[in-house]
């Protein structure tokens, strides 16, 4: 069964941290980009960080460029995102995705997506 699994969101204070995962069971993420996304209520499903499979080169939006780092663990089979100095602007359902080759998936590549999971950042 193919599927990613994100896990580590929470409830945090505004400047706090959370590290989120991306864990992939029935393939293997090395020849994969991964992507991470997030939802506010009310908003569009947007990209926020990309992580390449080849060369392993990352891309951020502007929004979170400097705060977030995304990152990957071929071993583990995982792709992480340490999110700091979080803002309540943050607050969204966040998910992850992956796309074949070196290209990073969006959302309209996305057929399925997982569950998500929350991160709340209180003010």
């Known amino acids: 069964h193919v599927q990613l699994v994100e896990s580590g969101g929470g409830l945090v204070q505004a400047g706090g941290s959370l590290r989120l995962s991306c864990a992939a069971s029935g393939f293997t993420l090395d020849y994969y980009a991964v992507g991470w996304f997030r939802q506010a209520p009310g908003n569009e499903r947007q990209g926020g960080s990309c992580?390449?499979?080849?060369?392993?080169?990352?891309y951020y939006a502007d929004s979170v460029k400097g705060r977030f780092t995304i990152s990957r663990d071929n071993v583990k089979n995982t792709v992480y995102l340490q999110m700091n100095s979080l803002k309540p602007e943050d607050t969204a359902v966040y998910y992850c995705a992956a796309r074949g080759g070196n290209f990073c998936p969006t959302v309209r590549d996305v057929r399925s997506w997982g569950q998500g999971t929350q991160v709340t950042v209180s003010s």
């Open positions: 992580i390449t499979s080849r060369d392993g080169k990352t």
